[in-house]
């Protein structure tokens, strides 16, 4: 029986010229032999399985050659490139730092380099995985690399530049060996598979390109393994199929179904990848890639970036001009929070059930607004501005407090509103002071909870009405107060509508506002309501950078300090935001749970 013999070693390169994707060393390197211009220490850093050691190989059959071509090529055919071939070199060493990493190996090794070789020019010296060595060792290694004899050359390897001493750093010259693109390695599988006739789909060979992630020796043990599989037949489904990967197909035919809001078709479509046995994470992961390679496929400047399958450029490209960028973010927004609580999620399909409805129904969510040109444009409640608005260093309560009075105002201008939360989860602030018809013009105040058709309706009213941003005013923040009051009392959140009645409000200055409370009971009820609360201010004035904070009657303060009672982890919480508010800002911007 023929002896086996892995393709990684088999094809391994053999020359400078079929080292793949690494030309700006070979050339660097074949310069360097030509022009006897060899340094004596080399530092090789790059990702595992880019062509570290064989470059190292190369080099070293190299210089060694007797008849060294013009094009600065080993010739294959005399004596030392002959022993090289064979494995038989004395003039080659290979030291593996992991293993052999302590001072005696390294003396060892400076022993050994003193004495000249027998045959051969050079004696080459590569110690692999050179971050592994013990500092001690590095020490006693240093001054031979300082000072090698003329017939030793170094060759230092590693996959961790970071860890290697600035005083060895500073006596190599150091080549950055690149990850090797899924087409470059896509390429050498195809030269690997004509020669070995091996019957593969070129899509087959670049799923294995992709999933090998630039490093070429995967990419061939991932060859040989399918290969024996597969009986040397790949396809492109038996390839996926044995890298246990999805296939893309899915992600479009579930992007078309997205797309007409199908809720039974995805549903179904999820089971059936469920069937299969992919995991929910793995489904959530790939579909966020495959929302992401959309994105950067819509522009020419960032299709680069696009990492698939040749077979699927194309398709990615057609797909991503007819979805809005808008619904892509909102999208990957909601898959992102997928993936970050699936760990949490007791019962894993249902949800990511859970949130394929919200992206089914997110479509919907963003569809409206504007303009003229009968363009839709759509936008997302997912990616409010309300998580990214600016922290705003509130001046000290200055001011006294002012009862407002409540007029007339005009009705709010609501064009940035989303429809009702028919996609939005239940437990959203957001979704209910949407839902809200408190926060609708007074005229559909009395209407109830408005349909969605409603809604379009009186968008597309205003759709000729000019679009406003609005600063704080007494009269609009004192409409907006009372419609939020209005809809607590609809929702018979009758507490906190007695904690906010009670409390004064009064303008700091054109975005900010403060709410004071008698007790530290009220502030904390009125805190509980901060979201909502927020949410609605802003949608009133149209306005994402409208703040307000929550302080405490600093008399009212007074009279718990004189208690001089220990202070509960709360209360200390709650005084340091007094006194500091910036804290109390951090601890909303990012989104902190606070653990008293
Ligand atoms: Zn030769």
Redo the contacts with the bound molecule.
Sequence with gaps: MENFVVSARKYRPQHFSTVVGQSHITTTLKNAILQQHLAHAFLFCGPRGVGKTTCARILAKTIN????GKDGE?????N??QSFNNGASFNIHELDAASNNSVDDIRDLIEQVRFAPQAGKYKIYIIDEVHMLSSNAFNAFLKTLEEPPAHAIFILATTEKHKILPTILSRCQIFDFKRITPADIATHLEEIATKENIQAEPTALHVIAQKSDGCMRDALSILDKIVSFTNANLTYSNTLEHLNLLDEDYFFKLLDLLDSEDLPGVLTIYDEIDKKGFDGDMVLNNLSEFFRNLLVSRDPRSISLLQVVEGFRNRYITAAASISPAYMIGALNILNEAEIGFKQARNKKLHVEFHLIKLTHLKQAVTLVEDDSAIKKKRVDEIKPVAFRQITFAPQKTKPSAKLVIDNPRPPVQAKEPPPDLTAPPEKPLARSIASPSQAPAETVSGGLGSLKKIREQIQNRKQEHVEVFTLNEERLDTAWAAYLQKLQENNQVTSLSNLKMAKVTIIDELVFEIMAETSIQQQFIESEKVGLLIHVQDFFNNPKVQFMVQLNPSANLEEVVKDQPLSLREQYFKMIERYPIIKEMRDQLNLDLDY
């Design positions: 050659c007797e008849n060294l080993a010739c294959d055919t005399c030392s490139c």
